[in-house]
């Protein structure tokens, strides 16, 4: 969420209201300005009806130490009572439905985001790795899975209907390893503390990272007599972990990282990779959190890149890093880089890894803050996410990029001590 103080000062508010376009949003000034009004003129009823009770009282005080009447002045002060009550109850009215306004405007992108309408307008920062060259026409990683017997997408339709897989044999050692290698890179090279957190949290977790109330329909919700949420990343419970909290300066920056499922509805995604494991309901993530001091966000969000771009390195995968532009950076993110990897049957690159910056639009839903010394004074956390990498997209990158044309898979050098030394797999 945005800080309550740029919408306060007309000048503020219209710079902030041209920063939101850059992005693809209007933001509503009337409404601003209609909000802003009645909160100044409900705050000033308030505090002079509360200097005026308060006068009273003294005064009631006074003519008691005197030993004089004062049932006039305790009735009046019971009136102002009632209509400061009255007053105040108008007053968290309002701002109810201001905090449910201002939750559904995005962040604003930082001055070195660069401005575009869409994806095709996201800048190119640099490339690695040299594209792999085949003798053969390579295959997608469905004829490969179907070929070896990895992959029954009939039997997950069954199960669960479309978007899941049932996968066996290597293909389950192949995922388990990614798993093991990515976790062990990270905390081992890396310096993460591991965590293991719910896969169910409260909606309260979803609204402090910015997926509600904005995508609501993305989110699986169970049903009963209290409501949780199946986590469409580990960024959710992962950040969450500082809600509520003021933690002390020596204690940052923190560094989680954290494989779980994730779960998504992929509403509105209807026709996209529909087939195979690009894009699913379930899947699974390493992810990377960071919670820093705002100063240094910034260069924490170049080392957490470099994290995640460490884990394809490492594979031998080529990849591409794109800055995402303005109309294409996600709701709570303020600066986003796209890992892209190289999928040789689809002669693309596709997104494996988002590394975002939210600076402190996460930590103000959230209330996590850190104290800092020179002041002695709370103050807001800057949040960054970001994956390391997906293991779904990792598995299927390895997959074309390391086939042969008998259809078998090579193991990448680095997961061979997670896979008994095997060199190849089938």
Known sequence: MLDP?????????KVTAERLAARGYQLDLNKVSEFEQLRKSLQTKTETLQSERNSLSKQIGQAKSKGEEAGDLLKTVGQLG?????????LVELQSKMRQFYYDIPNLPHETVPRGANDSQNQLTLTWGEIPQFAFTPKDHIDLGMALGWFDFEKAAQLSGARFVVMYGNAVRLHRALIAFMID??????????VYVPYLVHEEALYGTGQLPKFAEDQFMTKGE????????????????VRDEIVEAESLPRRYVCHTPCFRREAGSYGKDTRGMIRQHQFEKVELVW?????????ALE???MHAQAVLQQLQLPY??????????????????????????????????????????QAR????????PSTGKPELVHTLNGSGLAVGRTLIAIMENYQMEDGRIKVPEVLRPYLNQDEVLD
């Not at 890179?185 to 591991?194: C, M, N, P, S, V």
């Not at 209290?226 to 969450?240: K, R, S």
């Not at 919670?291 to 260069?299: F, G, T, W």
């Open 185 to 194: 890179l990270h905390r081992r090279e890396h310096g993460y503390k591991e």
């Open 5 to 13: 103080k740029l919408f306060r000062d007309e000048a503020a508010c």
């Open 82 to 90: 009632e209509a400061l009550k009255e007053v105040e109850n108008r």
């Open 365 to 372: 839903r959230m209330q996590a803050r850190w104290r800092n």
């Open 226 to 241: 209290q409501t949780h949420v199946l986590i469409p990343t580990a960024e959710v419970p992962v950040t969450n972990l």
């Open 320 to 361: 591409r890093v794109m800055t995402l532009c303005t109309g294409d950076i996600g709701f709570a993110a303020a600066k986003t880089y796209d890992l892209e990897v190289w999928l040789p049957a689809q002669s693309c690159y596709r997104e494996i890894s988002s590394c975002s910056n939210t600076e402190a639009f």
């Open 291 to 299: 919670i820093v001091k705002p100063e240094d966000s910034y260069k």
């Open 303 to 305: 080392t957490l890149s």
